[in-house]
């Protein structure tokens, strides 16, 4: 929201085997060079601590979206 001007967003959030995916996707200007600052990488760091993957897509006048793909555990394997 900061940079992009976006006018609505879409979030969907799915369970696939043993992952739950997670994308948050704007209609804003978007962006040809991704620059990681404070957000970006507090994003990549929340992700890997829960051994997740996460990737940002954007590009010019087409939005920018942050899609993440994270192991699901249930409350039985965490003990």
């Known amino acids: 929201m900061k940079h ?8 969907e ?3 696939r085997g043993h992952f ?12 040809s060079e991704i620059s990681k600052s404070h957000g970006l990488r507090g994003i990549e760091e929340r992700i890997q ?3 997740g993957t996460v ?17 699901y555990v249930t409350a ?3 003990v």
């Open 13 to 15: 959030v799915a369970k």
């Open 49 to 51: 601590l829960l051994e």
């Open 55 to 71: 990737r940002f897509c954007s590009e010019k006048d087409r939005g920018f979206a942050v899609i993440a793909k994270i192991p």
């Open 20 to 31: 739950i995916h997670v994308a948050v996707k704007d209609d804003g200007s978007g962006c």
């Open 4 to 11: 992009g001007n976006p006018g609505a967003f879409q979030i």
């Open 76 to 78: 039985r394997e965490s």
